[in-house]
């Protein structure tokens, strides 16, 4: 796991709430220093702010899918996003949006669907989140807490 957020206390409260559910955890403080750690670690998944300095959380997303040896690699934006910031990480590939605050329980169960998605091969067709209505695409991550998947993910 590599959780990439500007705020030292909110990088803590994401890497602990992980470790105690059992994910060996490194943290980034921008996109550009995940960048670099991504080439030293092969994370299973990334979270990522939107809002940080050098590096923002979208364009490091986008920075990550153009990438071939990190262009599958689950990505988690937890930030408090607006409804133009959700389309556009739609549109550049990421997988699941939790919005600040977020609860523990949907972090750890978002970053577990994400893993087994992975390891099954699914082409992202599950869906990924508690509750979320998967018709009611772009509504979910503004907000709201739901995380939400993009559609038509293709695995290499």
């Known amino acids: 796991m590599l959780v990439v957020d500007d705020n030292k206390v909110i990088r803590q409260l994401i890497r602990v709430n992980l ?16 960048l670099d750690v991504v080439q030293q670690v092969r994370p299973d998944v990334v979270t990522l702010d939107v809002v940080m300095p050098r590096l923002d959380g979208l364009r490091t997303a986008a920075r990550l899918r153009s990438e071939p040896r ?4 689950p990505l988690v934006i937890v930030s408090a996003c607006t409804q133009y910031e959700v389309e556009n990480g739609l549109d550049i590939g990421v ?7 977020f609860e523990p329980a949907e972090l750890v169960q978002t970053v577990r669907q ?5 390891r099954r091969g699914d082409g992202g067709e599950a869906e990924v989140g508690g509750g979320g209505d998967p018709d009611a695409e772009g509504e979910a991550g503004a907000g709201s807490g ?3 998947e993009r559609a038509g993910r293709t695995g290499a």
Request: proline letters at 3%; one cysteine or more.
């Open 19 to 34: 470790e105690l559910e059992g994910f060996e955890v490194v943290t980034a403080a921008d996109g550009a220093e995940c």
């Open 114 to 118: 994400l893993i087994e998605r992975e």
């Open 95 to 101: 997988d699941a949006f939790l919005a600040k605050p």
């Open 70 to 73: 990190t262009r599958d690699l």
């Open 146 to 148: 739901v995380a939400t």
